[in-house]
């Protein structure tokens, strides 16, 4: 008989044991073996707790605590099971652990809720495999459908469809459910500002839009020993300036706005050739929709600024782009008032990073719960976070499911 977790830390390390890397990392990309095993052996654990589990169609699973009521609607809580290439062990991973944990010890000590109550493993949310991000909780909300992934492969060549259906899943059309009536996600922060102010829990009033960009300046090779400075077309020099200008930019707005060159790539990349071709990415972000579309409307006319003084060819195409989700305030309200009742410092903030909460928020009432991230370092194998900080989150969702599925 298969052995299961019986706490967080021992859950933690059970999970992370599927994909687990030889550095401390986690490498569990959408339907491959890792994957799949992590999930069955999710659901294992789910069905020995009593919970009712099923999986959707592209593979998503669900444990469900059942209402008395056979008409109750839903709250979901949970987080994503994939994760980067090498990652960290808490990143997606904590959500749904927490999720389960707080299902058996809500059902031991108090039984059947009011309201079903049903956990989630969300089967993608990194875009890690291949070029499309928040697919599991995506399908859910009715944001994607089948022909999103028509032509998408990953880096071997190989197809999502064909991956898809080769872990057991796409075979149907997708029913996007319509009892969801809360969705919550417990997460840890990914950023340093918990750790600097010091607090437990992070309330996110708003998960932050992006907008990114591919920016492509081409001008003319030539010698660099024969082509005098005032007769050039050098590409780079004025990317250069443009993400100078970039950063400038950024210090006209309030301190929530952030932007980032992720990626450059300089051609023909040789010591004494003047580059004729250089691309480079934009990724901008702000809690606020105006402002973030503000911003860039700001920097992508100073480009073509830039780009026709230097007598250059500029592209500039966006290819992606989340709105911001507010956070549900009331339900937000409910969170500050248990951390203040069980003496739990918390502390109101925004997410920087996307999260499958931020798709729900457009359906039902959403919100986001943060732990402590130590050094604010994610998306890596020294992510961590302590017993402390992970078992006071799992407490403060206790809490609050107790509130919301059994006090009525």
Same mark, same amino acid.
């Given at each position: 008989?298969?052995?299961?977790?019986?706490? #967080?830390?021992?859950?933690?390390?059970?999970?992370?044991?599927? *994909?687990?890397?030889?550095?401390?990392?986690?490498?569990?990309?959408?339907?491959?073996?890792?994957?799949?095993?992590?999930?069955?052996?999710?659901?294992?654990?789910?069905?020995?707790?009593?919970?009712?589990?099923? +999986?959707?169609?592209?593979?998503?699973?669900?444990?469900?605590?059942?209402?008395?009521?056979?008409?109750?609607?839903?709250?979901?809580?949970?987080?994503?099971?994939?994760?980067?290439?090498?990652?960290?062990?808490?990143?997606?991973? +904590? *959500?749904?652990?927490?999720?389960?944990?707080?299902?058996?010890? #809500?059902?031991?000590?108090?039984?059947?809720?009011?309201?079903?109550?049903?956990?989630?493993?969300?089967?993608?949310?990194? *875009?890690?495999?291949?070029?499309?991000?928040?697919?599991?909780?995506?399908?859910?909300?009715?944001?994607?459908?089948?022909?999103?992934?028509?032509?998408?492969?990953?880096?071997?060549?190989?197809?999502?469809?064909?991956?898809?259906?080769?872990?057991?899943?796409?075979?149907?059309?997708?029913?996007?459910?319509?009892?969801?009536?809360?969705?919550?996600?417990?997460?840890?922060?990914?950023?340093?500002?918990?750790?600097? $102010?010091?607090?437990?829990?992070?309330?996110?009033?708003?998960?932050?839009?992006?907008?990114?960009? %591919?920016?492509?300046?081409?001008?003319?090779?030539?010698?660099?020993?024969?082509?005098?400075?005032?007769?050039? %077309?050098?590409?780079?020099?004025?990317?250069?300036?443009?993400?100078?200008? #970039? +950063?400038?930019?950024?210090?006209?707005?309030?301190?929530?706005?952030?932007?980032?060159?992720?990626?450059?790539?300089?051609?023909?990349?040789?010591?004494?050739?003047?580059?004729?071709?250089?691309?480079?990415?934009?990724?901008?972000?702000?809690?606020?929709?105006?402002?973030?579309?503000?911003?860039?409307?700001?920097?992508?006319?100073?480009?073509?600024?830039?780009?026709?003084?230097?007598?250059?060819?500029?592209?500039?195409?966006?290819?992606?782009?989340?709105?911001? !989700?507010?956070?549900? %305030?009331?339900?937000?309200?409910?969170?500050?008032?248990?951390?203040?009742?069980?003496?739990? !410092?918390?502390?109101?903030?925004?997410?920087?990073?996307?999260?499958?909460?931020?798709?729900?928020?457009?359906?039902?009432?959403?919100?986001?719960?943060?732990?402590?991230?130590?050094?604010?370092?994610?998306?890596?194998?020294?992510?961590?976070?302590?017993?402390?900080?992970?078992?006071?989150?799992?407490? $403060?969702?206790?809490?609050?499911?107790?509130?919301?599925? +059994?006090?009525?």
């Amino acid at each position: 008989m298969a052995q299961f977790p019986t706490n #967080l830390n021992e859950a933690i390390e059970w999970l992370a044991s599927f *994909g687990g890397e030889p550095d401390g990392g986690v490498t569990r990309t959408l339907y491959s073996q890792s994957w799949k095993d992590a999930q069955q052996n999710l659901k294992g654990w789910m069905e020995e707790a009593g919970l009712l589990t099923n +999986y959707d169609c592209v593979g998503n699973l669900f444990g469900k605590l059942p209402s008395s009521n056979p008409n109750a609607q839903t709250i979901l809580i949970g987080s994503h099971v994939d994760t980067v290439k090498s990652g960290g062990k808490y990143d997606g991973a +904590y *959500g749904i652990i927490a999720g389960i944990l707080a299902l058996i010890q #809500l059902k031991n000590q108090f039984g059947q809720p009011s309201i079903n109550l049903e956990v989630v493993s969300f089967c993608e949310e990194e *875009g890690s495999r291949f070029p499309i991000a928040l697919w599991g909780s995506g399908m859910m909300t009715g944001v994607y459908s089948y022909k999103d992934i028509r032509d998408i492969r990953d880096s071997e060549g190989i197809s999502f469809e064909t991956a898809m259906m080769a872990a057991g899943f796409g075979r149907s059309e997708y029913r996007v459910r319509d009892d969801i009536q809360t969705f919550i996600e417990l997460h840890i922060e990914q950023g340093p500002t918990l750790e600097k $102010v010091n607090k437990s829990i992070g309330i996110v009033k708003a998960i932050v839009g992006q907008k990114r960009f %591919r920016i492509t300046v081409n001008g003319e090779s030539n010698h660099v020993g024969t082509t005098s400075m005032k007769w050039r %077309r050098d590409a780079l020099h004025g990317a250069i300036n443009m993400i100078h200008d #970039l +950063y400038e930019g950024v210090k006209e707005y309030d301190e929530d706005l952030v932007t980032s060159v992720g990626q450059l790539f300089v051609e023909p990349n040789v010591p004494n050739v003047i580059p004729n071709h250089v691309q480079f990415t934009v990724d901008a972000r702000h809690p606020n929709e105006s402002v973030l579309s503000s911003f860039c409307q700001q920097f992508t006319s100073r480009f073509e600024t830039h780009a026709k003084k230097h007598d250059l060819d500029i592209k500039i195409e966006m290819w992606h782009e989340v709105h911001p !989700a507010q956070m549900d %305030r009331k339900l937000n309200e409910m969170i500050d008032s248990i951390c203040t009742g069980s003496g739990i !410092a918390s502390h109101w903030m925004n997410s920087g990073a996307g999260h499958d909460a931020q798709l729900f928020a457009r359906i039902c009432p959403t919100t986001i719960l943060f732990v402590p991230s130590k050094g604010g370092i994610s998306h890596s194998p020294l992510e961590f976070t302590s017993t402390k900080d992970l078992e006071t989150g799992l407490e $403060v969702l206790i809490k609050f499911l107790h509130q919301l599925a +059994y006090n009525r």
